[in-house]
């Protein structure tokens, strides 16, 4: 039990902390806006992965990490908006539309890998670049904290900085509000002259942004390449993150911050005598958990509000 101990209560655990939920925190953020809007994006798993895979092939052949991440968030963006199309255009079942959406990125990225490297694990061979990391002047000299905030990669920061942003599109902006109205009761919306459609396309496609940030981090500064199927569920720990948090900012990133906890438990643990069957099983453990304690909690709620109305 000391030796576990040892182990969390060090900086360099609570450092991992921050830089494993990066990729959680940004997934869950666009799983927020679309969830707001009325319309839940089941394909944040596909989205991420193909950022990932846009991120390295760009970056490889521009020579350039930021031009790498460019082309991953729009990456992320155009494939938001292709679930967007087929689902607000032609009226798919945005479940179904989220599925494929993963099944194609699952398959279309080792096809797509495999025809530029001649590879189908990983890109290896494709000379991508690493977004930069930062130690920010003051901050990394004070002690305890400084170890903890201070050299992450710089989308770790964008991630919390996007905490705030989405804070106040949702509460403070016009679109936010037309996202929130929307969510809540679509027709009415529709019967003061705010377009539902164009509003959710909107979400969706800002969810797709913030997944394709998640997914940029994976390859470019969590991982200095891309590897198969590299996004490892998380995009669906996003997505859980979201419902446990209660739709709301601070809920949804304080639920990315427990799962990003136990992911980095999983990792830390791997220096004790543990199977690493069982560790690997610790941070979806936690999900099923934490969804678990969700739906008792609502279906109390449910409950009370039933007394309260009989």
């Keep these: 039990m000391s030796s576990l101990f040892d182990v969390i209560f060090t900086t360099e655990f609570a450092f991992s902390v921050l830089r494993v939920t990066t990729p959680i ?6 799983a927020l806006i679309s969830n707001r809007a009325g319309i839940i994006n089941i394909g944040l798993e ?11 092939i760009a970056s490889a052949y521009t ?20 679930l967007a199309f087929f ?17 194609f990125a699952s398959g279309g ?21 690493v977004l930069p990391t930062l130690d920010i002047p003051l901050l990394k000299d004070i002690p305890v904290l400084g170890p903890i905030l201070s050299g992450h990669n710089v989308l770790t920061y964008m991630s919390i900085l996007a905490v705030f942003v989405v804070y106040y599109l949702l509460k403070r902006t016009p679109l936010g509000l037309r996202i929130r109205s929307v969510g809540e009761n679509p027709q009415a ?7 539902v459609v164009k509003v959710q396309y909107t979400a969706l496609l800002l969810s797709g942004f913030f997944a394709g ?13 891309f590897t198969r199927d590299m996004i490892a569920g998380r995009g669906w720990i996003a997505i859980a993150a979201e419902s446990m948090g209660r739709s709301t900012t601070v809920g949804t990133t304080l639920t ?4 990003g906890t136990a992911d980095a438990l999983a990792n830390a643990l791997q220096v004790l005598k543990i199977p690493a069957e069982l560790i690997g099983t610790l941070p979806y453990v936690t999900t099923v958990i934490g969804l678990v304690i969700y739906a008792v909690s609502e279906s109390r709620m449910r409950g009370k509000k039933l007394k309260e109305k009989g």
Excluded: E
């Design 25 to 30: 925190l940004f997934a869950a953020l666009g």
């Design 46 to 56: 596909g989205i991420m992965l193909v950022a990932a895979l846009t991120g390295v």
């Design 63 to 82: 020579g350039s990490a930021w031009l790498g991440l460019t082309g991953a968030v729009m990456a992320g963006t155009l494939i938001a908006g292709v």
């Design 87 to 103: 689902t607000l255009k032609f009226k798919t079942h945005i479940i179904l539309g989220g599925v494929a959406i993963n099944m």
């Design 109 to 129: 990225t080792v096809f797509i890998l495999y025809l530029l490297s001649g590879d189908k694990g990983s890109s290896t061979s494709l000379p991508s670049k």
């Design 189 to 195: 919306a529709q019967s003061v002259g705010v377009s």
């Design 213 to 225: 940030l998640g997914g940029a981090y994976m390859s470019m500064g969590y991982l200095s390449l």
């Design 256 to 259: 990315s911050l427990l799962f």
